[in-house]
């Protein structure tokens, strides 16, 4: 099992910043990758960024340009720098990691970290 916990949400102006973080602990061996989707209020959770434990990276294109995904393998932590914010980016931020162990893929989730763009 995977245990993620995320920090750094919050409320910020529209063009401000702001850094999630997100601390793996537990079988962190099987993690494969780690990233973060959002989920705003009637809409589905979507894929905001990912990265593999080879640094390859997968962004949506909404963000391109202003959001950055990082990963401290050392410290088992992804971090998601998010530049240039818009209220548009208002979500609940979910970290996600992708464990792999005796062939089996499962999905972890954190619990969720709210991050509110005013106008």
């Known amino acids: 099992q995977v245990q993620l916990v995320e920090s750094g949400g919050g409320l910020v102006q529209a063009g401000g910043s702001l850094r999630l973080s997100c601390a793996a602990s537990?079988?962190?061996?099987?993690?494969?990758?780690m990233g973060w989707y959002r989920q705003a209020p009637g809409k589905q959770r979507e894929l905001v960024a990912i990265m593999s434990n080879g640094g390859s990276t997968n962004t949506a294109d909404s963000v391109k340009g202003r959001f950055t995904i990082s990963r401290d393998n050392a410290k088992n932590t992804v971090y998601l720098q998010m530049n240039s914010l818009k209220p548009e980016d208002t979500a609940v931020y979910y970290c996600?990691?992708?464990?792999?162990?005796?062939?089996?893929?499962?999905?972890?989730w954190g619990q969720g970290t709210q991050v509110t763009v005013s106008s």
């Open positions: 996600h990691a992708i464990g792999y162990e005796l062939g089996y893929v499962t999905d972890y």
């Open positions: 537990g079988s962190t061996f099987s993690i494969n990758a």
